[in-house]
């Protein structure tokens, strides 16, 4: 395994390659079950120092714009690596070894890694941190280990990457599901950070992490849909109002609206102005439910309708950008609670 060379478009594995390198990595899972402790903290090294070495270097790239690029591990080489770390991983969990080190090098890859390093990250070593239905085991990593570091990552950048780790876990683990629930369920609908996390993905240059972010919205919709409970994301100052809220009492009204807003940002990806016209007396209705009700909650943020009017003033098409931007200039918004610093922003 260590002197494994694969060549190929974009350092991919290619067959046979693929295939032996799975069944070396089996063979040594094999043996490392009957291996000691040491022995298996020994052979686990040389890759948990192969993916320091490839992080640390991919960390001096990202933060050293326009100067040369250091020579990096190829990319064949760190694809071999994690593809060992996917099965010593169980074994490494057991033995509580190096599973801080192995949780924090694993992370940063997805923040900081090529596309094809992310994603194998989040498919393949990320699902094998986690622990599996029922385990009696505490040393597994939990949903909530990892979003509490997730979500101090700096913004700018790392937005597409939380996007990918995300969509990629298991939907039960991030939204609660009802009474189904597994105990380790993280329900992100109650995180400030989240709904942050969503609406940067919404107004995204790339179209997959836009798409990753309507995915968690849909997801997180759905859920509050079915479990009729009361819900508010968390506040960020006393100033602030919550960014998502569910209530049985006002669930009715709350879908509706949701499924507009749904309906006008998936419209939005389309250029077409015969397309796009159809939405604005949508976007007026959701924009009058900001204004709060008589128990001083609004049904819908504002912050929402500014994600939507982005994506209208960044269309390709010109005359979708002009009618949007008039449309958006006849609302008065000192009619609604915009906050001073959102439209700055904006």
């Not at 700096?154 to 939204?175: A, D, K, N, Q, Y």
Request: aromatic fraction near 6%.
């Amino acid at each position: 395994l260590r002197g494994l060379r694969l060549e190929g478009p974009g350092g991919q594995f290619q067959e046979p390659g693929r295939r032996l390198v799975h069944s070396l990595c089996a063979l040594l899972h094999a043996c490392c079950r009957q291996a000691p402790p040491t022995l298996l903290q020994d052979i686990a090294g040389a890759p948990l120092r192969d993916l320091r070495r490839y992080t640390e270097e991919r960390g001096r790239v990202a933060s050293a714009e326009g100067e040369e690029e250091p020579q990096s591990l190829e990319l064949s080489d760190i694809q071999v690596a994690i593809e060992v770390l996917v099965k010593l991983a169980p074994l490494l969990l057991e033995g509580g070894i190096g599973v801080e080190e192995l949780l924090s090098l694993t992370l940063t890859a997805v923040k900081v890694g090529e596309d094809s390093v992310a994603s194998r990250m989040v498919t393949g070593l990320i699902p094998a941190l986690l622990p599996n239905p029922g385990s009696s085991l505490h040393k597994y990593p939990t949903v909530e280990d990892i979003w509490d570091r997730v979500k101090r990552w700096e913004r700018t950048g790392t937005v597409s990457r939380v996007l990918l780790l995300l969509s990629s876990l298991p939907h039960h683990l991030l939204i609660c599901t009802g009474d189904q629930s597994p105990p380790e369920t993280l329900d992100l609908r109650t995180s400030a950070e989240f709904w942050e996390v969503v609406q940067r993905g919404l107004v995204q240059p790339d179209n997959t992490s836009r798409k990753r972010a309507m995915y968690l919205l849909k997801r997180a919709v759905d859920a509050s849909n079915t479990l009729q409970s009361e819900i508010c994301s968390e506040y960020k100052a006393e100033s602030d109002t919550c960014l998502f809220w569910w209530s049985g009492e006002k669930g009715k009204q709350l879908i509706q609206l949701w499924e507009n807003y749904i309906l006008i940002m998936e419209t939005l990806e389309e250029n077409q102005v015969h397309v796009i016209r159809p939405i604005f007396p949508r976007l007026k209705s959701l924009m009058d439910a900001t204004v709060c009700n008589d128990q001083g909650r609004a049904p819908f943020h504002t912050s929402w309708l500014l994600c939507a009017y982005k994506r209208m003033f960044e269309s390709e098409n010109k005359t979708a950008m002009k009618e949007g931007l008039f449309q958006f200039l006849d609302l008065g918004v000192m009619k609604y609670p915009f906050r001073t610093r959102e439209l700055c922003e904006f």
